[in-house]
Structures are given as structure tokens and as C-alpha cells.
T-cell receptor, first 111, second 112 residues
Framework: SQTIHQWPATLVQPVGSPLSLECTVEGTSNPNLYWYRQAAGRGLQLLFYSVGIGQISSEVPQNLSASRPQDRQFILSSKKLLLSDSGFYLC??????????FGPGTRLTVT | GENVEQHPSTLSVQEGDSAVIKCTYSDSASNYFPWYKQELGKGPQLIIDIRSNVGEKKDQRIAVTLNKTAKHFSLHITETQPEDSAVYFCAARDGGYQKVTFGTGTKLQVIP
């Protein structure tokens, strides 16, 4: 069966510091991968999605970037965090079917 | 692009009663409609989905209906239990894209 991992689970970072969040999927090959952000009490905003290694599509202009160095690894990064980057970051995967499955999330607080 | 609206934003029901959450979508090309349940501090969990060639789908106490003409779909939970308390999200996917557009969520509270 497939599983999706995210780490760290929680992170507190000062404004201006760099960021690296990692997502890995097990049990499948060549999945579609997604990064979402969820502000407190809000819906899910799609940030990036990837259909293959090195293929990244950005949905909204922002202070973040994404990379997919390996088939089942998706990384969310920032060079300098802003207060507005705080939120709950979710990675998700899908394959040939339409179903999209989410990881446990990373709670990021920028202070 | 697709726009998904979800109502109500909060819903309180007595244990054992039914709960209904409604969503509308804008893009007639959308052909897949999942529903997710999110518990506090966790990632959303897919609970049921429906494709545009089906009008209704049921899984135990949960059912989803789809009206393609009106471009709306609904989640029905019968015999609600306290463990049904969570935030529920509807979503719609355009068959030509890898993206899913989510509604803004409904916070369901089941009162024992």
C-alpha cells in the first residue's frame, strides 16, 4: 500500500530564515505530487504541483519554491520566510486514478 | 478556472440526526468530485467521491449526490455520531488537469 510522509511535523522559524519541508511517497512510482497551504480556519490553497521529476508548476506567485529531485520526493523551500508564510502545509499525491491523498502536514509558525 | 462554493460554513446537529453539506461548481468540464474529512491538526482524509457519470453514491452512513445540470453536489451523513465532528471539504476536478479545486470547508459539530 502507499504511504506519504512529511517532516518536520511542526516548525517554528524566525522571519528571514530559510525553509525546507520534505515530502516522500512510498509504494508507488511516478506519482503526481502537490503542495497545499492551509491558513488557520481556512480552505486549501494549491501552491505547486508536479507530474514528474524536475517538472514543477506554480499556482500562485509567492515567496516559496518547490523542487522534485527524485521520483517520490517533493521539497518546499524558501530563502527568506515572511510572517505571512505561517500555516499548515500539506503534501498530497495522486496516480492514474483521480483520488488525491494527503500527508499528515507540517505546522509552520514564522515569528 | 474552477470555482467551488460550499455551504454552510458551520453546522451543528444532534447525535443521530442527519447532516447535509452542499457545494456548487462553475466549470462544466469538471468530472470528479471528492469529499474530505479533516480532523484537528491532521491532513484531510478522502471519505467518498463521485464521478460525473453517476448521480449518487453511498457508503454506509455517507452518501453523495451530483446534479450536473445544476452544477451542484451534496454530502449526506445519516445517524451522525460524535466522531463525525470535523471539517469537511468538497472539491472538483477538471478532467483535463491534474488539479483539484477545494471548497472553503464546513465545520460539523455533532452534539452528544
Amino acid at each position: 500500500s502507499q504511504t506519504i510522509h512529511q517532516w518536520p511535523a511542526t516548525l517554528v522559524q524566525p522571519v528571514g530564515s530559510p525553509l525546507s519541508l520534505e515530502c516522500t511517497v512510498e509504494g508507488t512510482s511516478n506519482p503526481n505530487l502537490y503542495w497545499y497551504r492551509q491558513a488557520a480556519g481556512r480552505g486549501l490553497q494549491l501552491l505547486f504541483y508536479s507530474v514528474g521529476i524536475g517538472q514543477i508548476s506554480s499556482e500562485v506567485p509567492q515567496n516559496l519554491s518547490a523542487s522534485r529531485p527524485q521520483d517520490r520526493q517533493f521539497i518546499l523551500s524558501s530563502k527568506k520566510l515572511l510572517l505571512s508564510d505561517s500555516g499548515f502545509y500539506l503534501c498530497a499525491w495522486s496516480f492514474e486514478t483521480y483520488e488525491q491523498y494527503f500527508g499528515p502536514g507540517t505546522r509552520l509558525t514564522v515569528t | 478556472g474552477e470555482n467551488v462554493e460550499q455551504h454552510p460554513s458551520t453546522l451543528s446537529v444532534q447525535e443521530g440526526d442527519s447532516a447535509v453539506i452542499k457545494c456548487t461548481y462553475s466549470d462544466s468540464a469538471s468530472n470528479y468530485f471528492p469529499w474530505y474529512k479533516q480532523e484537528l491538526g491532521k491532513g484531510p482524509q478522502l471519505i467518498i467521491d463521485i464521478r460525473s457519470n453517476v448521480g449518487e453514491k453511498k457508503d454506509q452512513r455517507i452518501a453523495v449526490t451530483l446534479n450536473k445540470t445544476a452544477k451542484h453536489f451534496s454530502l449526506h451523513i445519516t445517524e451522525t455520531q460524535p466522531e463525525d465532528s470535523a471539517v469537511y471539504f468538497c472539491a472538483a476536478r477538471d478532467g483535463g488537469y491534474q488539479k483539484v479545486t477545494f471548497g472553503t470547508g464546513t465545520k460539523l459539530q455533532v452534539i452528544p
